[in-house]
């Protein structure tokens, strides 16, 4: 299995701050990486596939990057609304997985 | 845009098999990979497994065992059963589309189901 993990778990941020969360693969995974959105009683919301691509719709303060086993996710600007959990998840095996997911919530 | 709503019962027996049905609205099925993906409370994301609309399937090796899933491409709705459940299978049970890019293959989850709480408890 491709294990993932995410650093930090969690992170206190103020609106307007840049925030940075990692993924790491167990493995190479070249740039088989996504990043979700997941709010409280809410279904994951896709940000960014293939390790760097913004899904359509989601603002443009959020990137991706990263290949092979470190991965990057950045929010340039924190916004309300952006409080929430961030999972990656790879696809590069069939055997897809989550990393733990990183709780930002506010300063 | 396409909707996906997850329905069954909420409340499972322990060693009964639990069975869910996610309806696809707004979009064909076809020609799309269809997972169901599962988050115990206050817990991460498992992926349980997925069915391409020809019916082959994948699952997750730690639950191989116990799943089938099922696609009924002419109701535009594919099926989840997990047999023996214990109170560790207790989630929120997802369904969602797979998204995938030939050639090389990447594929993503999007959209997602709203999720539907499964309890099991005698």
């Known amino acids: 299995d491709i294990q993932m993990t995410q650093s930090p778990s969690s992170l206190s941020a103020s609106v307007g701050d840049r925030v940075t969360i990692t993924c790491r693969a167990s493995?190479?995974?070249?740039?088989?990486l996504n990043w979700y959105q997941q709010k409280p009683g809410k279904a994951p919301k896709l940000l960014i596939y293939a390790a760097s691509s913004l899904q359509s719709g989601v603002p443009s303060r959020f990137s991706g990057s990263g290949s092979g086993t470190d991965f990057t996710l950045t929010i340039s600007s924190l916004q309300p609304e952006d409080f929430a959990t961030y999972y990656c998840q790879q696809s590069y095996s069939t055997r897809f997985t989550f990393g733990p997911g990183t709780k930002v919530d506010i300063k | 845009q396409v909707q996906l709503q997850e329905s069954g019962p909420g409340l499972v027996k322990p060693s009964e098999t639990l069975s869910l049905t996610c309806t696809v609205s707004?979009?064909?099925?076809?020609?799309?990979?269809w997972s169901w993906i599962r988050q115990p409370a206050g817990k991460g994301l498992e992926w349980i497994g997925r069915?391409?609309?020809?019916?082959?399937?994948n699952y997750n090796p730690s639950l191989k065992s116990r799943v089938t899933m099922s696609v009924d491409t002419s109701k535009n709705q594919f099926s989840l059963k997990l047999s023996s459940v214990t109170a560790a299978d207790t989630a929120v049970y997802y369904c969602?589309?797979?998204?995938?890019?030939?050639?090389?293959?990447?594929?993503?989850?999007?959209?997602w189901g709203q999720g539907t709480l499964v309890t099991v408890s005698s």
């Open positions: 707004g979009g064909s099925i076809s020609s799309y990979y």
């Open positions: 969602a589309r797979g998204v995938q890019i030939r050639p090389n293959g990447k594929n993503w989850f999007d959209p």
């Open positions: 069915i391409y609309t020809s019916g082959s399937t």
């Open positions: 493995q190479s995974i070249s740039s088989y």
